[in-house]
């Protein structure tokens, strides 16, 4: 692909940091909130860049785009998030053309998760491509790569047991209350944050714990009480936090805040409490740990907990790959019919305009002549023509920019810039 007009004088490139160098303080430096985004994509615009698609979740934050260097991405994500060039080196990756394509495959269909056969990511993709959609930010290369990857992502679920169990951040999170909390179901829990991990969360804590002493507590009441009233929950107001952290035996934390918004000094009580922060940026301050009643576990804790469950999940990654392999060689078919419709449409209009200098010709020499018929033979001719030329530039055995040039040079063809 590195020589495909895709995009002029611009190559793809897929760079970003997740939590297989970056720390989750590190991660929290490069989140990038839906106002993040906003900000990014109009600077993207303003820049000149063509596409661009970014995500941030609480395991990785990812530029998808095009650039004539990598750089130019790496800068918009500094600028629109508290990170610095300097931290982003360290921890970073920098794919281009076809190892983007394959990276973007493999963050898609839960492989690079953290927690093998996380899924969630796939929702992130697909609401990152509409918000660039919206900015018109979205060329039809990258909208096709994101179908394709989505494709390939609903065949691996359905395909493969690699996400049985529902493995994600917030199933982690309640396999670790159950293996480490004795009597769960008498316990009383506390979830603070009500988003995406935040209503996962919830959900598999009524399915999982069997506990009727769950509380909800979010910024905004009415979001908890949406989520409350679906599990049959209780809901108290936000100014309320402090007095219902102290009667808590259990504490999740997933607000999504971009600074931590509890710290030691809300902590009142000296019975055994266990916090689990959910949150990139991490949203509980670490000076809870001079706390000796208080046990804190974040997200990037959770990932190392292995079960039997994720140990079979390994054996469906071949399988996983196979499928990837599959999608991803119809849209390596695709892009190879794209790198070469521009010559082939040309090839089209040159080979029309020979056919229309010849038909006035013979229209002026013959007193019968059939306007109708000519015309039908002259575009079979030249459909004929155009589909041989097009089946030898997809036969694997021949160099298609070769004879992408020698088709160009033998019949001076100037292909249009909106080709």
Known sequence: MEQYKISKGTTFYAIGLSYKKADADIRGHFSLDEDAKKSLLSQ???????????????NRTELYGFAEHPYQLIQLLCDNTKGTVEEFQNVAYIYKNRDAISHMFKVGSGLDSQILGDFEIISQLKTSARLSKKHQL????????????IQASKRIKTETEISSGATSVSFASVQYILKNIEHVSEKNILLFGTGKIGRNTCENLVKHTKNEHITLINRTKT?????????????????????????SDILIVATGAQNPTLDKYCIQTHKPLLILDLSIPKNVNDNVRELNNVTLIHLDDLSQITDETLENRKAHIPLAESIIEDVKGEFNAWLETRKFAPTIKALKHKLTDFATAELDTQRKKLSDFNEAQAELISQNIIQKITNHFAHHLKNDD???DESLELIKKVFQLELSKNA
């Open 44 to 58: 993207a615009k303003a820049n000149g860049i063509e596409s661009v698609i970014a995500t941030s979740t609480c």
């Open 398 to 400: 021949i160099s298609t």
């Open 138 to 149: 979205l060329n039809p290369f990258l909208e096709r790569l994101i179908n394709a990857v």
């Open 223 to 247: 979001k908890a009480e949406a989520i409350a009233g679906k599990f049959n929950l209780i809901v108290k107001d936000y100014a309320n936090l402090q007095e219902e952290i102290n009667t």
